[in-house]
């Protein structure tokens, strides 16, 4: 398609037991072992952005997706330095289950082939589709469940209220609130209200537009 390179990368539910991933690629021996000893990828501005897109992106286009970082730009001279350029990266990700992208890149001194983005994409789509097939990755069974109650506290407590503003919103005792979320925190085994609200958001038991639209 007019690409130097590529590489597919797709993970399971992070904290499984069972936890299963997949990495396919080709690219240059000098930004693999950089890239891999240095263990970048949790630095890796692409694969944050592939986390906050809805469609392929060109990584030209990453500072609109994600706010970059000193250390971003960076990182992306020394993959250009290591003879990674420019790509075009199509995310999967499902909250609670996995993530995985995969990328399209050119050389220094080549540019993206425009023309060929929607095949790009459909590609891969495909190419993922297939690696969650191959990993033999499964919804997970073993998801902690909440009341209802248990839930709208979490919620209300994401949108930043109190345990007392939380007891007059839904018509319940302050204490019983804290009970709600307290035994909330014991099922998904932590011990701070903000782990909590990661794990209910990533398991999707409430959701980022259920925040943000109150907010609005």
């Not at 809805?54 to 330095?81: C, E, H, K, N, Y």
């Not at 993530?99 to 190419?127: D, I, K, N, Q, Y």
């Not at 839930?151 to 804290?178: H, M, Q, Y």
């Not at 009970?179 to 011990?191: F, G, M, S, T």
């Amino acid at each position: 398609m007019g690409y130097d390179h590529f590489a597919l990368t797709y993970d399971d539910r992070p904290g499984h037991a069972d936890r299963r991933s997949l990495l396919i690629h080709d690219y240059p021996d000098e930004w693999a072992e950089v890239y891999t000893g240095f263990s970048l990828s949790r630095a890796d501005p692409i694969r944050r952005g592939a986390e906050c897109s809805f469609t392929g992106f060109a990584w030209q286009r990453i500072g609109d997706i994600i706010p970059l970082t000193a250390s971003d730009w960076r990182m992306l001279a020394v993959g250009r330095d290591n003879g990674i350029d420019d790509g075009y990266t199509v995310p999967r990700h499902l909250p609670g289950e996995a993530s995985g992208s995969c990328s399209f890149v050119v050389r220094p001194g080549r540019r993206l082939p425009h023309h060929m983005l929607g095949a790009t994409e459909l590609v891969g789509a495909l190419a993922l589709t297939t690696a969650r097939r191959i990993a033999g990755i499964r919804p997970p069974s073993d998801r902690p469940v909440l009341t209802d109650r248990q839930c709208e506290c979490v919620l209300w407590s994401a949108r930043g209220k109190t345990a007392e503003e939380i007891a007059g919103i839904l018509g319940i005792k302050p204490d019983t609130v804290v009970q709600h979320l307290k035994a909330a925190r014991e099922r998904y085994d932590v011990h701070s209200r903000s782990s909590l609200i990661l794990c209910v958001l990533f398991d999707g038991l409430i959701s980022f537009g259920d925040i943000f639209r109150w907010w609005r």
